[in-house]
């Protein structure tokens, strides 16, 4: 695991789960976006340059471009973009969990925070 992107408005939850994902899943590059709009650009610049994150990490209340919303439109790119997507939400609204099993692309649910075992269990699926 070389890059992993993580979308999300919390800085102190970027904090904790980016501690995790480079310790758990070896990653050499957490990139934060704090929006899903600045996810979006971020990725359309990474097509450019064939430099793919290898998973993602998205929250679902965000500014600007939510979480929702950020799927919508990531399931529009290029088809040069595939990497599993994990939702990692302080939401437990079922609904919400209902919702993300809509989205071909996304591959987890986890209700924040997450956790070393957590980790280690999507490394072991990927």
Known sequence: MKKVLLIDDDKVSNFLSSLIIKKT?????????????????YLRSL????????????DLNMP???GWQFLQEFILLDKKIQMPI???T???????LIKSKEFD??????????SKELADSIFDQL
């Open 47 to 58: 097509v450019l340059e064939n430099e793919i994150p290898d998973i993602l990490f998205l």
């Open 64 to 66: 600007v471009l939510d």
């Open 105 to 114: 692309v996304v591959k987890g649910y986890i209700v924040k925070p997450l």
């Open 25 to 41: 899943l070896k990653a050499e590059v957490v990139k934060e976006c704090l929006d899903g709009q600045e996810g979006l650009d």
């Open 86 to 88: 994990y939702i990692l």
């Open 90 to 96: 302080s939401s437990n609204y079922e609904g919400d």
